[in-house]
Structures are given as C-alpha cells and as structure tokens.
C-alpha cells in the first residue's frame, strides 16, 4: 500500500538500551521528518532529511540518531534510551520540504522506557 | 520554541454547529498550514493558505489569515461527530515548520 508506514505502533523498552524506530515511505519524498509529541510541548522536530545521506538536527536531538542510506527510509535510533524519551514518535515525508508543501504523517510509535 | 498558538485549547460542541478555532503566531510567514488528527492516529494535512491570500475554503472548511494581526482561523460548517479530533495551525520556521498545541474538539451526537 502506497503511504507511510512506521514500526514498531508499541514498544516498551528499559533504560540504557539502544532502541531503533522503522519508518518507510513509499512516494519517493525527498524530505523526511522525526517528530516526537508529548503532552504540553505539541510536537517538537528531532531530526529531518533533505535527501539521501542528507540530514540535519531539529529541535531536540540530543540523545537521538538518524540515517538515510536509501530515500524511502528514515530510521530513528535512541543510543540508550531514557525516561524522558517516552513519548509518541511520528515520521513524516514531503515533497518539497515542510515549509512549502504539506506533511503527510505515519500512524506513530508509542515509545515507553521503564 | 513554539510559533504558533491554537485557542481555544478545548471545544465541545452539538452536531450541526459550526467550530471556529484560532492561531495566533510572532513572526512574518509566508504561509501556514491546518491538520487534523484523530486519536491515536498521525496529523493529517487539511489546508496551506499562503500570506498573500486572505481566505480559503476546502469542503466544509474555511481558513482565513490575517497577517496583520498575524493570526489565522479554521472554520468547520456543520460539524459531524466524525471531526472530533485535535487540530492543529503549524507555521514555518526557518527551514522547519513548528506546530502548536492544538485545539482538541469535541463534536457531541
């Protein structure tokens, strides 16, 4: 199915441990966004990629790792995770950046770290 | 640092009635955009309305933008239980678009 897809929906998780969140598009977006969303902040941007073996630091990205080897996926990997990273993490992709074309959104991982 | 702001935080209205939520934002834009998103769900985009235009209309929304009071509004005409959802006025911010807290609305049967 043509979308955008992220795995795991749920994962719980310990602190300390490395933990990687999946997210697949399928319409060939050059851009493509991490957002994590908690209560009283909105969502925030982690990181976003321009293109292939492109990427740059959003708002919080401490903590946090990315990587795009391939233009259709956009891992998101916490090194050791923390409880302040439990969260609801969303990936998106647009065609010609956020700012001048709209997001399209994957369904979210729900993250707990214990 | 948020830039856009959604009031009212909540709203519960009947069915059939019309929903008017507001963004307030600080900085000059050239466009802003609205998404909706259901629960449990991802953000989905509604409308982008650019600084030169004042309104726009999607189905049974209307997006005004008033870029001298820097604000904007979502309209939603009759409302169904189905638009229970929070939406969201998301403006750009440098290369990045930052996203309010959104308004959660409550459409009641």
């Known amino acids: 199915d043509a979308g955008i897809t992220q795995s795991p929906r749920y994962k719980i998780t310990e602190t300390g441990r490395q933990v990687t969140l999946m997210c697949h598009q399928t319409?060939?977006?050059?851009?493509m966004f991490w957002y994590r969303q908690d209560l009283g902040h909105g969502l925030r941007l982690i990181y976003y990629?321009?293109?292939?073996?492109?990427?740059d630091k959003g708002e919080v990205p401490d903590g946090y790792v990315v990587s795009r080897s391939k233009t259709e996926n956009f891992p998101l990997t916490l090194e050791s995770a923390t409880r302040s990273q439990t969260s609801v993490y969303f990936c998106?992709?647009?065609?010609?950046?956020?700012?001048?074309?709209?997001?399209?959104f994957g369904n979210g991982t729900r993250l707990t770290v214990t | 640092s948020q830039q856009g702001e959604e009031d009212p935080q909540a709203l519960s209205i009947q069915e059939g009635e019309n929903a008017t939520m507001n963004c307030s934002y600080k900085?000059?834009?050239?466009?802003l955009q609205w998404y909706r998103q259901n629960s449990g769900r991802g953000l989905v985009h509604l409308i982008l309305?650019?600084?030169?235009?004042r309104e726009k209309h999607s189905g049974r929304l209307r997006v005004t933008l008033d870029t001298s009071k820097k604000s904007s509004s979502l309209l939603i005409t009759a409302s169904r239980a189905a638009d229970t959802a929070s939406y969201f006025c998301?403006?750009?911010?440098?290369?990045?678009?930052?996203f309010g807290e959104g308004t959660q609305l409550t459409v009641n049967p």
């Open positions: 998106a992709s647009s065609a010609q950046g956020a700012v001048n074309s709209p997001l399209h």
């Open positions: 319409w060939s977006h050059s851009y």
């Open positions: 990629s321009a293109a292939a073996d492109i990427t």
């Open positions: 900085t000059s834009i050239n466009n």
């Open positions: 309305i650019r600084s030169n235009e």
């Open positions: 998301a403006t750009p911010s440098g290369s990045r678009l930052t």
